[in-house]
């Protein structure tokens, strides 16, 4: 019974030492969202009319991706997230119909990896 005691104990001190030490590190990395894990991770094609929470996941990166557009993330792929999709596939030279499928996603996904204190591109 003495040795399981002493087992635990220093299993509780490496776990407890670990979070303290993993703290201070953690507050200094940068801060990312990540919208897919928040909302959805699927990354169907979307247009306009679509709702759910791959339309949510799409307002939150546009959010992050961009200087403005502010959008409510209401899942409602409406004329401001159409708008907002529009100019973010101007600014990477994406075809601009307004339909987010694969380039759009990828794009949006590549600059998801930007720390959220970074500035915005676009």
Request: proline letters at 4%; hydrophobic letters at 45%; charged letters at 15%.
């Given at each position: 019974?003495?040795?399981r005691?002493?087992?635990?104990?220093?299993?509780?001190?490496?776990?407890?030492?670990?979070?303290?030490?993993?703290?201070?590190?953690?507050?200094?990395?940068?801060?990312?969202?990540y919208?897919?894990?928040?909302?959805?991770?699927?990354e169907?094609?979307?247009?306009?009319?679509?709702?759910?929470?791959s339309?949510?996941?799409?307002q939150?990166?546009?959010?992050?991706?961009?200087?403005?557009?502010?959008?409510?993330?209401?899942?409602v792929?409406?004329?401001?997230?159409?708008?907002?999709?529009?100019?973010f596939?101007?600014c990477?030279?994406?075809?601009?119909?307004?339909?987010?499928?694969?380039?759009?996603?990828a794009?949006?996904?590549?600059f998801?990896?930007?720390?959220v204190?970074?500035?915005?591109?676009?």
């Amino acid at each position: 019974m003495g040795k399981r005691l002493v087992t635990l104990v220093t299993a509780a001190a490496l776990i407890l030492g670990a979070g303290v030490a993993g703290a201070g590190a953690a507050s200094a990395a940068p801060n990312y969202l990540y919208c897919g894990r928040q909302y959805s991770s699927a990354e169907p094609e979307l247009d306009y009319g679509d709702t759910g929470a791959s339309v949510k996941a799409l307002q939150c990166q546009l959010n992050e991706n961009m200087s403005g557009p502010d959008l409510a993330i209401d899942g409602v792929f409406g004329g401001l997230t159409y708008n907002a999709v529009l100019k973010f596939q101007g600014c990477f030279n994406l075809a601009q119909d307004g339909i987010v499928g694969p380039n759009t996603w990828a794009a949006l996904d590549a600059f998801s990896n930007i720390p959220v204190e970074a500035e915005r591109i676009c």
